[in-house]
C-alpha cells in the first residue's frame, strides 16, 4: 500500500503535514513534532471512530494531540492519555481504541475513575467495539477498583488478576525500516 499523500496546514499556530482525511473531523487533530507519517495509518481508524462517537454522543472535543512512537524499545514515559474538560482537548498517546473511548468516558462528567465512569465506559465499549476488542477492554478496566466492582457486578466472580501490558508502540513494527 502506497502511502497517502499529505497536505500541510496551519494547525495549534504550527505548520503540520497530515493526510486530507485527518483536515475532516469535528475536532483538529494535532500531531506531535516529529509525528512519523507511517503512523497515519495506525492512527485512522481509532480518530475515525473518536470523530463518529463525538457525533453520536454530541460530546465536543476542540483538539486531540496525538503522537507516534514507532520503533520504540521500551513504553514511552509520559503520560498515555488525558482529556481536559476545561479546554475540551485530549491527548493520546496510544492508538487503540479501547484507551480513546477510556478518555471519551471522562467527558460527559469528569468524576474519575468512579463507578459512573465505569458503567459509562463500559456502555461505550460494548456498543463501539467488536465482542471480543470489549471483552478485552473489560479486563482493562478492572485495573481500577470502580472496574473490579462492576465486573464482579456484571459476571459474579473477581476478574483475573490484572496484568500490566507492554505499550503498543513497542510491539508495532514501522514497515519502512
Known amino acids: 500500500m502506497a502511502p497517502e499523500k499529505l497536505v500541510t496546514r496551519k494547525i495549534g499556530g504550527r505548520f503540520r503535514e497530515l493526510p486530507l482525511w485527518a483536515t475532516k473531523f469535528s475536532f483538529e487533530v494535532r500531531p506531535v513534532p516529529g509525528f512519523q507519517a507511517e503512523a497515519w495509518a495506525i492512527w485512522k481508524p481509532t480518530l475515525l471512530l473518536l470523530d463518529k462517537v463525538l457525533r453520536e454522543k454530541k460530546y465536543k472535543l476542540n483538539w486531540v494531540r496525538i503522537h507516534s512512537h514507532l520503533g520504540a524499545v521500551r513504553s514511552p514515559r509520559h503520560s498515555m492519555a488525558w482529556v481536559d474538560k476545561d479546554t475540551d482537548t485530549m ?87
Open 91 to 177: 491527548l493520546l498517546c496510544h492508538f487503540d481504541k479501547d484507551t480513546m473511548l477510556h478518555e471519551l468516558a471522562h467527558l460527559p462528567k469528569d468524576d474519575a475513575h468512579s463507578d459512573t465512569w465505569a458503567k459509562r465506559l463500559w456502555g461505550l465499549q460494548d456498543q463501539y467495539l467488536s465482542k471480543a476488542e470489549a471483552q478485552a477492554a473489560h479486563l482493562e478496566i478492572t485495573r481500577y477498583l470502580s472496574g473490579k466492582r462492576l465486573y464482579l457486578k456484571k459476571y459474579g466472580s473477581k476478574p483475573p488478576k490484572y496484568q500490566d501490558q507492554v505499550s503498543i508502540w513497542v510491539t508495532t513494527k514501522p514497515k519502512s525500516k
